[in-house]
């Protein structure tokens, strides 16, 4: 295919465009290579702007000039593989042009030869003359204008066209070389892009799976709605303590403790229950300090001590007043009070700050002085973290604890008692001088 170098062209220092004058650039040339007559460096055309400015692949580092000698070098586009392939080519020409010359030489001496033995006299140029057949017809006239070594020359080279085209190859090597280097950097940049994304991959996919457990732990506690309870959560393990479902019949959300489904409303009923209970116990104790009260006005004198004692204070050896009766009523009030609102001890839990509890081992109601969790020390034995949330155990008197009451259908008032230490006997219980039963309701 031939060289394409009609017209003249104008060159602009630092500018990757180039202008054309009497020219008719096609698209094709995209690819080819432009050598102008400014150095004779060889530019890659990367876009035809129109049929008379193209744009080159890097800036022109020449200086300023117009009307320019130029040639086009169609390529087709090399490739990295095809440029490859020619530089192997150029290097196995150079390495073996010698020897062809040598087998050229011996190939023209051994035709002489035959030409001489075939009974020919002369010289080998009358040899050649004798090959040369008659001349052809004129070819068409080309176009007129340098050809690529004029311009080269005119470029300020200097050399035979051998030079010339060993220049060229020279050329041509450095430009595949500089396309080699950039196809492998991009080759490093590709596989940095692939190692990158392949990480990012591997991340998304770690991420996914932290998802899924946090999704699977959340189902394993909230069980949706469901008509009755559920025996085990939605994928058919065994159901964890505080799991929550709705209930689509009662209409009502109920936790799963102990294992049993709770009913919240059940247990404020429960709770309500206590609290009268509680009540009433006040109301009793209240009532047995009134009528100890009353039975120590008939006797003024004595009755006034029996009646305004401190509490704890002794009237008579193991004896106490009234009012000491009336405080240790309102203390239990007040611990029953408590003890409707508490909860069961269990080791290790978490509590917080001022939250009631009652013992396992004692059964009274002790409230938590700092927020803490994890111990497993009975609240009646730990100090540290709870504090009786009532006076505790009575002082003096026997070691009976008041439990309940209840009048029955003569009208009478009975009270029961319990010991912590063991059952209910004598010993709790003493008679004064006057033949009184004298009971310590202890707290």
Do not use: C
Request: hydrophobic share 40%; no cysteine.
């Amino acid at each position: 295919m031939a060289w394409h170098r009609t017209g003249t062209v104008t060159i602009t220092q630092g500018s990757n465009v180039v202008v054309g004058a009497g020219v008719n650039w096609m698209r094709q040339h995209v690819g080819w290579i432009m050598v102008t007559a400014a150095s004779g460096a060889l530019h890659e055309i990367k876009e035809i702007v129109s049929s008379t400015e193209v744009r080159l692949a890097a800036p022109v580092t020449d200086a300023d000039a117009s009307g320019l000698g130029y040639f086009i070098i169609p390529t087709h586009a090399l490739n990295a593989d095809l440029i490859d392939s020619i530089n192997q080519m150029i290097t196995q020409f150079e390495t073996s042009r010698g020897a062809w010359a040598a087998v050229y030489e011996d190939f023209s001496a051994t035709t002489y030869q035959l030409w001489i033995d075939q009974g020919n006299a002369g010289t080998v140029g009358d040899f050649l003359a004798h090959l040369k057949g008659d001349k052809g017809d004129h070819g068409d006239t080309g176009d007129t204008g340098a050809s690529a070594y004029e311009i080269w020359i005119a470029a300020g080279h200097s050399g035979d066209e051998a030079a010339f085209l060993d220049w060229f190859t020279q050329q041509a090597l450095t430009q595949a070389g500089a396309a080699r280097d950039a196809a492998q950097t991009a080759q490093g940049g590709a596989e940095t892009a692939r190692d990158a994304a392949q990480g990012s991959a591997s991340q998304a996919a770690n991420d996914l799976a932290a998802i899924a457990a946090i999704f699977d732990s959340f189902d394993d506690r909230y069980l949706g709605s469901k008509a009755s309870d559920p025996l085990t959560d939605n994928d058919g393990d065994p159901l964890l303590t505080g799991a929550v479902y709705w209930n689509s019949v009662e209409g009502e959300t109920r936790f799963y403790h102990s294992g049993t489904w709770e009913r919240p409303s059940t247990t404020a009923a429960t709770s309500a229950q206590q609290a009268v209970d509680a009540k009433l116990a006040a109301l009793a104790a209240q009532a047995a300090a009134e009528t100890a009260q009353s039975g120590a006005e008939t006797a003024r004198d004595a009755a006034q001590g029996w009646a305004d004692t401190a509490e704890d204070t002794e009237v008579a050896p193991g004896q106490y007043s009234a009012k000491h009766h009336a405080q240790k009523a309102q203390a239990h009030a007040n611990a029953a009070s408590l003890a409707s609102n508490a909860s069961e001890w269990v080791s290790g839990g978490a509590h917080v700050y001022g939250q009631n509890v009652w013992s396992p081992l004692d059964f009274f109601t002790y409230r938590a002085k700092v927020a803490h969790s994890g111990s497993t020390l009975d609240p009646s034995l730990d100090e540290v973290n709870f504090a009786p949330a009532s006076g505790g155990a009575g002082t003096g008197g026997g070691g009976a604890q008041f439990a309940e009451f209840e009048v029955n259908p003569a009208g009478e008032l009975i009270l029961s008692f319990y010991d912590p230490a063991g059952a209910v006997d004598a010993a709790d219980f003493t008679i004064n001088a006057a033949g009184e039963l004298l009971l310590e309701i202890g707290l």
